[in-house]
T-cell receptor, first 116, second 115 residues
């Protein structure tokens, strides 16, 4: 079945540094990638939607310059948290739209970001 | 904008028993998809079941079935013969068929399965 590989699974970084999270669709073309943020015991909050080759569409309240999304190919999308601060600590999940699959959406396994 | 509401933050069930998780949604659209996703402690999101709004027949997947009431905008999930591995956070989600492909999630229901 469709698989989205998300790396790293856990990362700890110092305040002020940048962190890149990668999501790769392994056996299908991800024309659309969704990036979510999830706080403990809460729902998934959509941060942005990206389509291959075009700029990401950010949800209201999400800082574009802080959360840089790149979707340069049909199999790779990245989220870079720039100048990270402790309040950016969270669980980040990507989800790829797989039009060829009846299931539609394939989720990555998530990245736990801790900013110290 | 569409909204999805799960009014049960927590539910518990005895192993082998049946439990129903509730979900209501608000939309002005007539054509859409509804989903139930499971998020176990590993945090990996897993699709449980999917329903297309134009289909009157309720979707079923083995021990999982839904009660889709379109007029009432209700989409509950029934888990039969509950197993310990069913313990997870369950999210109801909505997707428009005509205006974009984003999923709108409910708040989630934490299901505990007691042995």
């Amino acid at each position: 079945g469709a698989v989205v590989s998300q790396h790293p699974s856990r990362v700890i970084c110092k305040s002020g540094t940048s962190v890149k999270i990668e999501c790769r669709s392994l056996d299908f073309q991800a024309t659309t990638m969704f990036w979510y943020r999830q706080f403990p015991k809460q729902s998934l909050m959509l941060m942005a939607t990206s389509n291959e080759g075009s700029k990401a569409t950010y949800e209201q309240g999400v800082e574009k310059d802080k959360f840089l999304i790149n979707h340069a190919s049909l199999t790779l999308s990245t989220l870079t948290v720039t100048s990270a601060h402790p309040e950016d600590s969270s669980f980040y999940i990507c989800s790829a739209r797989d039009r060829a699959s009846l299931r539609g959406y394939t989720f990555g396994s998530g990245t736990r970001l801790t900013v110290v | 904008a569409q909204t999805v509401t799960q009014s049960q933050p927590e539910m518990s069930v005895q192993e082998a028993e049946t439990v129903t998780l509730s979900c209501t949604y608000d939309t002005s659209e007539s054509d859409y998809y509804l989903f139930w996703y499971k998020q176990p402690p590993s945090r990996q999101m897993i699709l449980v079941i999917r329903q297309e709004a134009y289909k009157q027949q309720n979707a079923t997947e083995n021990r999982f079935s839904v009660n889709f009431q379109k007029a009432a905008k209700s989409f509950s999930l029934k888990i039969s013969d509950s197993q310990l591995g069913d313990a997870a956070m369950y999210f109801c989600a909505y997707r428009s068929r005509t205006s974009g492909s984003r999923l709108t999630f409910g708040e989630g229901t934490q299901l505990t399965v007691n042995p």
